[in-house]
């Protein structure tokens, strides 16, 4: 601790003081209940928790706020950088001198000074008079944070909402849901699925108090309606609203549902699925599909000649990919008169599938490796064929753009629930499937693609067939019913699927 954090937290008496952690979890920095005598003990220095309270603008005003003081300052206590990029909100101790010469007259309310002082916004636990308050709970996947994310910005968007997260430290919301400007808390629960016995034992012994934290973060937050989207927290969130008789919806991405809303399915009041064969598992289900980005729904139709093939593994890549693909390589561009291939590697295996590539002879002008995409619309937009996984969030882009697929679901997904995605998309007409297993035999693979590549007649009645699975208005949607459950006014009516 820096001196000047050992004297707040040394001189400040444990009676007149509620104790907070820095972001490294260090119990240093206290609130006065009583700012006046704050403020007379320490008129240079302002301590800001950047936690209780705060939407998404007020938390850019805050950061703000502490970059004007740190820039101030002759030697600032923290990089702002680092500040900016950290995933937790974390307390920081900065130098305002003129603190005390700015605030409200001294008969004012000393909290309410303070609040004024730091923020034009009403700085008050529970949002503003009226607003609209939503937890959406879940997460772990890109498949349930990305939609849960697209919702949450239409309910700020429409409603001025006040939305808070309820995640865990493993799923990929630890990351996503600050880098949105949503406000995260965090939960310790355990999994339950694919995991040794012991493991699964112990998540069931400390369930209780993943669901009892929940209660208190509800309580605080005190919402209009709680949304889950599955994923490790959403099972204790929804369990606690459920107990606490709250109005609650769930979300499902996939075709065959998670364990944590199969567990909830039929108690909560609404439930919004992205295919018809989930319904089954929720009461009073409607087909909404996933929120996906607007530029997916208006990419130009590539030219049916030269076919280009993109090769996508998801974030991280496929390994199953990277191998079997350089394999057959050689033979599927002689196959395919003009054929080109993009292949996305993932990071850690972009240099040995590069290797793969060109120690198979093929021709390097017609062919591509890359690591990742941060363009995604663009490099679909060029696919007259794309093969990849069958998560959520691959299957809803690959209906919206349009793009006829060759499916390779990931065996070891929960559920099987990537082989059921891939098996709807077949049903509907606007893919083909082929399991792991399949490409033990590279010739399997081989005659796969250049049996669609060579069909441009095929690829375009699967392009049809893929946008039937497309909702464009998903969010909007998803928002309508939340809206509803929250006893608001959404003011559009919901033109989705009811079963």
């Keep these: 601790m820096t001196e000047a954090q050992n004297s707040i937290a040394s001189e400040c008496p444990r009676n007149d003081r509620k104790t907070l952690s820095d972001g490294f979890g260090i119990p240093f920095f206290t609130v006065f209940q009583d700012f006046e005598a704050f403020f007379n003990k320490f008129p240079d220095?302002?301590?800001?928790?950047?936690?209780?309270?705060?939407?998404?603008h007020q938390l850019i005003r805050w950061k703000q706020?502490?970059?004007?003081?740190?820039?101030?300052?002759?030697?600032?206590?923290t990089d702002f950088a680092a500040f900016v990029a950290a995933p937790q909100p974390q307390s920081v101790l900065i130098n305002m001198p003129e603190a005390h010469a700015n605030l409200p007259p001294e008969n004012t309310d000393s909290g309410d000074r303070f609040s004024r002082y730091v923020s034009a916004v009403p700085f008050q636990k529970g949002g503003k008079l009226g607003q609209l308050r939503v937890v959406i709970a879940g997460g772990g996947t890109g498949g349930h944070i990305i939609p849960a994310l697209a919702v949450?910005?239409?309910?700020?968007?429409?409603?001025?909402?006040?939305?808070?997260?309820i995640g865990t430290q493993r799923g990929?919301?630890?990351?996503?849901?600050?880098?949105?400007?949503?406000?995260l808390r965090l939960i310790d629960v355990g999994q339950l699925k694919n995991v040794s016995l012991i493991t699964r034992i112990r998540t069931l012994i400390n369930l209780p108090q993943s669901v009892g934290a929940c209660k208190r973060i509800i309580r605080e937050f005190q919402p209009n309606v709680v949304f889950g989207v599955g994923g490790y927290a959403s099972g204790p969130a929804m369990a606690a609203a459920l107990q606490l008789k709250l109005p609650t919806m769930v979300f499902e991405p996939n075709a065959m549902p998670g364990l944590a809303n199969r567990l909830v399915g039929k108690r909560v009041q609404a439930a919004a699925v992205n295919f018809p064969a989930a319904a089954d598992y929720?009461?009073?289900?409607?087909?909404t599909g996933i929120p996906v980005r607007p530029e997916f729904f208006s990419l130009p139709a590539p030219p049916p000649e030269p076919p280009h093939l993109l090769v996508f593994g998801g974030s991280q890549g496929a390994r199953l990919f990277n191998v079997t693909l350089p394999k057959i390589a050689g033979d599927l561009l002689a196959a395919v008169p003009g054929l080109t291939i993009?292949?996305?590697?993932?990071?850690?295996?972009?240099?040995?599938?590069?290797?793969?590539?060109?120690?198979?002879?093929?021709?390097?002008?017609?062919?591509?490796?890359?690591?990742?995409?941060?363009?995604?619309?663009?490099?679909?937009?060029?696919a007259n064929l794309v093969m990849a996984r069958s998560g959520a969030s691959t299957v809803a882009e690959l209906a919206a753009a349009g793009k006829p697929a060759l499916l390779v679901p990931f065996a070891a997904a929960a559920d099987e629930h990537q082989k059921r995605n891939a098996e709807e998309m077949v049903r509907a007409g606007a893919a083909v499937l082929l399991n792991e297993w399949d490409l033990d035999s590279p010739a399997q693979l081989l005659n796969a693609l250049v049996q669609l590549l060579r069909s441009p007649e095929q690829l375009a009645s699967m392009s049809a067939a893929a946008r039937t699975q497309a909702h464009p208005e998903a969010a909007q949607h998803i928002a309508n019913r939340l809206i509803a459950l929250a006893g608001r006014d959404s003011g559009a009516p919901s033109q989705v699927t009811s079963l």
């Design 45 to 56: 220095k302002v301590a800001i928790y950047l936690q209780f309270g705060l939407d998404a």
């Design 65 to 77: 706020i502490c970059y004007d003081q740190l820039t101030q300052s002759e030697s600032p206590s």
């Design 152 to 165: 949450a910005r239409e309910l700020v968007e429409r409603e001025s909402a006040d939305v808070l997260f």
């Design 172 to 183: 990929m919301e630890i990351r996503l849901v600050p880098e949105a400007g949503f406000r």
């Design 282 to 287: 929720f009461h009073n289900a409607e087909v």
């Design 342 to 382: 993009l292949h996305q590697s993932g990071v850690r295996h972009a240099t040995t599938t590069e290797e793969a590539y060109a120690a198979s002879g093929a021709d390097r002008s017609r062919w591509k490796v890359q690591p990742f995409f941060d363009d995604m619309p663009i490099r679909f937009a060029r």
